[in-house]
C-alpha cells in the first residue's frame, strides 16, 4: 500500500489544470514529479468507487467533522468510513445537523470497522486510547494521527507529560512528525504522520526556520499564544460553556500545557541544543482561531529586516504560510475557515528584539487541514486538494 | 451575449463528474439537457484565459469580497475586474486582507473601467446609484444586481419606499427577479436579474409553495426575522460597533423595513391577490446568519403533515433548498458559509395553525451566493459550480 | 416570623433618603404606610447582626450567584447561609471566583444547613426536589423560591408539562405567584412565593393589564421569544458549549416549553376564560437578556395609541416597568445586569394588529431581581432595595 | 475649594456604616481620620441638593456613560452637569437609552455650561482639546480628567508621541497622576488628578511595587496586552463594527501604543532610572476587560513566591487590588463592571523567570471607577463610594 500513489495516479497533465488556480506565487511542484494519476486510480477499490476510501476514526468531534468538510471538495478521496464508539449507528447529521446534505456512511463503533475497505485513515481519536487503536490497524494502510500520542519522539517525556507509558512504541519509532512545510520529504514516504498540535504549528512554522539559520537566541524565547475555544474539543464541560467563555479571556496552563514539550523538540532540534520556552496560552472568546505573539532576541547583528528577509525567502514558493508585507499585522480572522498561516515580524521598543507573530485557524492548519496536506503528500497528489476553500470574512 | 452559453459551452459528459459531487438525493440535471460545454470556452477571451472573465462593481463591501471567496473555487469564472470607486487604486488585500493570498486586479472606479473586457458582472452597490451604472452597461453583458434597484416590478412602490423616482424603468422591465428555485426557468434566459434580498429569500422559499398550492390563509401571516449584521454592510456607524451590538439584540425597522414591498410582490403574485404581511426584522449578535420565524393559518382541513410533505416534494431535487427530517429545527449556524436554505414546519399549540422556520446565510443564500447560482444559470453552466463549500462549523 | 416585618421595620423618615434615590416619576409608596422599620430589625438575631439573616439554597447556579452579588448592596439582609450539595465544603470563589472578594460563608449541603439561623431564603434548586426541600423548611420562614415547582396553580397541569406528580400539594395552595407589578399586594403578605420564569414575567407584564382591560383578543396572541442562554443555567450540555452558541441562533421547544402553562395560567387569570398562545422561544448568542415580540390582534376599535396610554397609565409609578416614548424600540442590552423591564407598543402593517416588545435581564427581573423584589415586599421594606445598579452597557 | 472636604464633611460615625460593607479584610481607614462629615454638606448647594454638584465633560462616550452608571449609587455626588458638545439639547436618554430610567440634566455644549454651579468634574473628552477646556475652568473646581493630556510630566515626550505641543504646561505641573494605590497621598490634597489609562493601570498596579523593591529586573519587561474593543471608545468606525471584531484577535499598535511612555514614566520612576518596556496590546472580541501578561525576569536569588509575598503585604489593606491565593488565575470576566484588579504570579519554565497576571475591566479602574474613588480621595470621603457593584458575571 505505501505504493499505491505509485500505482494509481500515474501521470497526467490533468493535474496541470488543478495547479493554475493557485495563488499568485505559490506553487507546490513536488507531485509534478511523480508519476501518479487519478486517471488510473478510477479502477480502485473493486471499481465500486474511482476515489480512494478514506475512513476518519473519531469523527463525533471538531477535528474529525473538519475533515469531512475539507474532504467535501476533495476530488479523489472519499469517506467510506467513520467511527464514533458512543454515537454507533447514528448518521452524521445527527452528530452534525450541519452535514445533513451530505450522503455519508452512518457511523460505527471502531471495534466493528472494517479497515480492509478503507486505504487511509484520519484517526481524531483522544490520546492514550489513539495508540492501540493504531497498533491494530492493517500495515498497508496510511495514516495521519491527529492526537499526541505519536508526536513526542521521546518516550519518556510522553510518559511524563501523559501521565502514562506509551504503549506503542515501534510505531512512535516510525511515525513522522508532520510539520508539512518543514518535513515534507519525510512526509512523502510516511506511512504514519504524526500530526503537530496547533500552538507547536503556530510557533515552529516561523521559529524553525530562523533558529536553524542562527538568528535568533534560543533562551529567552517568550511565547503568548492565543486560542478559539474549538481546540478544547466537543466534550461537555461547564467551563467551556457559551457563558463561562463569551465576553472575557484568561490564562490556562501556564507553563504547564501538554504542548510545551511538542514545541521544545521541535526548536531543539532546529537547533541542535536543549531549548526551553516560555509558553502561555490563553483562551479566547472566539470559536476558531490562534494566534502566537513570540518575543524573541536577535542573534548579534540581526535585524527584524533579516529575519523578514529569511522567513520571505523560505517560505517563498509555500502556497500556504504567507509573511505579510511591510507592517500589516496578521488577523486569526483573515485565516478563518482556511489552511493559510500568516506571519510577520515587528521591531521592538528594546535594542536587539524582535516580535514575531503568526495565526491560523486551529482546526484547520492546526489540525485537519494540516493532516488532509499532509495524506496528500503522503499519496503522491497535489498537497493542496481539498484546501482551497478561501478565508471565511466576516 | 445571450447566446453566448449556446456558443461557448457545447456539450460535454465532463460535467458528469460535477455531479457525481452533489449530496444525497439532490440533483441538479437542467444543464445536462444544454448543448454547452467548458471546452470550447476555452478559446474564449482572446486566448488570454480559457475562463470567463467577471467583473464585480463594489468589491469593497461584505456582498462584493463574498463573490470573490466564492469564484474561487470556480472552474470557469475568473474576476477579471473590481471596481470601489472610494478606494480606487488600491488592491484588494488592503481592503479585505483575507484577501491576501489571491492574484487579483486592483480596484478601479466605475467610471475608469473597460466593460469591454468582461463578460458578466455582479453589481454589489448601493441601491440608487446602480439604475444609472447598470443604464450604461455594454448590452451584451450578463449582469446580476445584488442591489435592491430591479427587485420591485410596481415603480410607484419603488418610489414609495426608497423616496426616489426610478431611474431606468425601461431596464426595470427586462428584470428577473432571481429567486433561484421558483423562477429558474426565467433566470435561464434572462440578461439582467435582480437578485433577490436576504429577508425575502428566506420567506418566499418556504411560503411561495404553500400559497401557490393554497395550503395556508394568506391573511395573518406573521414573520418574525432575524438576521446577523453583515446584514448592514460595512459602513461605519456607531449603532453596528461591536461594542454596540455584542450581547443584546432588539427589533428594528418595525413593519418599515424596506423588503417588505419584495416579500408582498412575491407572496400575492403566487396568490393571485394582494398579500400584506407582518415583518420585524431583530438584529442578533453574529456576523452571518438569518432566521425567519413565520406564523400562519392553514388551510380549512389542511394538517402541518401537508406543508411538510408539500415542501418536501416541492423541493426534492434541489439541492440548495433542503426540508428538515421529522422535528429538527433549522439552526443558522448549520449554514455558515454554505448556499444552503434549511426549513421545517412544525404545529402550534393553536389549532388551525403552524410555525415555518427557515434560516439561510444572509451573504451566501441570502446574497451573493444565490448571485453566483444565476449567474451560473444564465450560462448555462451547472448552478452548483463555485457553491460547494459545506457549512464552517463550528 | 410572619409578622416579622410589622415588629421589626417600625417607621421612619430614614426611608426616605432611600426614595429620594429613584428615579424620574417612579416612586413606590407602599411601604410608607407601613410601621415597620429596619431600625428596631438592629436588634435581629440575637444581636450578632443588625441585618436579615438570608439562606440562598442552591447557590451554584447562575440565580444563586446573581442573588449574591444583589445582595451585596442590600442595606437590610445578609447572606448566612448558602447551600450547594455537590460544592459543600467549598467556598463560594472557588465555584464562583468573581466573589473571591465578598465575606461569605462557605457552602454546605442543604441536609447539613441549620435552617433556625436563617430569617428568609431563595430556594434556587431545580424542580422537583424543590417540594420537598421546601416543605420540610421551619414554617416561620419566609421564601422566594425560584424553581418552577410552586408556579402551577393546577396540580394536574403541573404533572402533565413536568411528568411527575406534585408533592407538596397543600403548600402549593399557599404559594403566591410573584409578578410583583401584578400581585403586588398578595406577595405583602405571603410567606411563600413561586417566583415567575423569566419568559412568563416578559410577557405578562404587558399583556395582562390590556387583557385585563379587554383591549387586545385573547385569540391567536403569537409570541415569539429571544433568551440568553444562561437562562439554561451551569450544567455541563454540548449544547450549550460556546462553540455551540456563538455566532448563530435557533428555536428550541417549540410550542412545548414549559413556561407555555405558566403564560396561559397569568393570561387565563386575567381574561376570565381559558388563553391558548403560540409561543417559540429562541436561543440568542449571549450569556443575559430576553425579548419577547408579541403579535396581537386588538380589539375592534382599539388602536396601537390605546394599547401605549393604558400601559403607561398601568405602570406610571413603576420603578422597574418602564414603557418606552415614541417609537423607541427597546434593545436587552439596555437592561443588562438592572431588574428593569423596558416595553414599547407598534402599529403593524395588517390593520387592526399590534406588535408589543418587552425586555429584561433573564437573570434578574426575570429571576433573581424579581426574587429579591418579592422579599423586600414581603419583609415590608422598599422593594428596589440592592436594586439600583444601572444596567451594564456596554 | 481645595478645603472644601473639610468644610462639609465634618466627621462621624455614620461612616461605620459604609466600613462594614467592605470585604473580607479590605478595609480603607484613611477617611476615618477626617473630621469631615456628609451630615453637614447637606446644606451645601444653596440648599437646592444635598449633594455635591458633579459635571461630566464628554457624557456621550463610554467613559462619561459609566462615570454616571457608578454615580447612580453614590452617596453624596449628583450629577447637575453634562456636556457633549455634538449632542448638545439632547437628553441623555436619546444617546444612551439604558438611561432612560435616569433623572438627569439635558446635554450642553462646553462652551454654554455653567461651571459655577458644580463642585467638581470628571472630564471625559478627547486628549488634545482637553488641555485649554480644563484650563479655562474656575479654579476651585475639583478636576479628575480621563483623558491622556495631563498624564506625561515631561512636555517634550507628550509632543513626540501625540503629535503637538502642549498647550497648558502650567496645568501640567500641577496635576498629580492617579493611580489611586500608589499615589493615595498626593491625590487626596490635588486640585486636577490626570486618571491613567487603562493599560498603565493594569501594568503599573503589579509592576511598581515589585521594581521598588528591587524584586525584579527592569530590563527586558514584556508586557502582551490583551483589551476588549469598549477601550477604542464609540466613534464610528469600520475596525471596530461588530463584523471585523467578532470571533477573531489581532495585534495592534505594536510598540508605538501611546500608554507607552506613561508605563515606562511610572516604572522609571519607580525605578530611579530610565525603563524601556516591550508593550504588545491586543484586541479581544469582548466588550469590556483588559489583561496583562508580563513577563519578567527576578533580580538574583529571588522567587516567584518572593513577588506573591510582597504584593500581597504591599495591597492587604487594599479593597480593590487582590492577589489570588494559590495558583489561581485572574479572569477578565470575574472583574467585569467592577473596581477590582485581581493579580497573581506565576513561575516560568525558564529559571529566574516568573509570568505575572492582573486584570482589570478598563472601563472602570481602567477609566470611570478609578476616576471616581480618585474623586472620592480628593473631596475626602470613603473612596470605595459608588464602588461597591460586584462583577456582572455571566
Known sequence: MSSLAANHFNGGCLWKYQVSKVGKFRIRA??????????????????????????VLGASGYTGSEIIRLLRNHPHFQITLMTADRKAGQSIESVFPHLVTQDLPNLVAVKDADFSAVDAVFCCLPHGTTQEIIKSLPTNLKIVDLSADFRLQDIAEYEEWYGQPHKATALQKEAVYGLTEISRKEIQSARLVANPGCYPTSVQLPLIPLIKSNLIEVRNIIIDSKSGVSGAGRGAKEANLYTEIAEGIHSYGITRHRHVPEIEQGLSEAANSKV??????????????????????????????DLKDH???????????????????????????????????????????????????????GASGQALQNLNLMMGIPENLGLSCLPLFP
Chains 1, 2, 3, 4 share one sequence.
Open 30 to 55: 513536488t507531485w509534478m514529479a511523480s508519476s501518479s494519476t487519478p486517471a488510473q486510480s478510477m479502477e480502485f477499490g473493486e471499481g465500486k468507487t474511482n476515489k480512494l476510501r478514506i475512513g
Open 276 to 305: 526551553t520556552v516560555s509558553f502561555t496560552p490563553h483562551l479566547m472568546p472566539m470559536s476558531r482561531g490562534m494566534q502566537s505573539t513570540i518575543y524573541v532576541e536577535m542573534a548579534p547583528g540581526v535585524t527584524t529586516q
Open 311 to 365: 522567513l520571505g525567502n523560505y517560505y517563498e514558493h509555500e502556497e500556504f504560510v504567507v509573511l505579510l508585507k511591510n507592517k500589516e499585522v496578521p488577523h486569526t480572522r483573515h485565516v478563518r475557515g482556511s489552511n493559510y498561516c500568516l506571519m510577520n515580524v515587528f521591531p521592538d521598543r528594546i535594542p536587539g528584539r524582535a516580535i514575531i507573530i503568526s495565526v491560523i485557524d486551529n482546526l484547520v492548519k
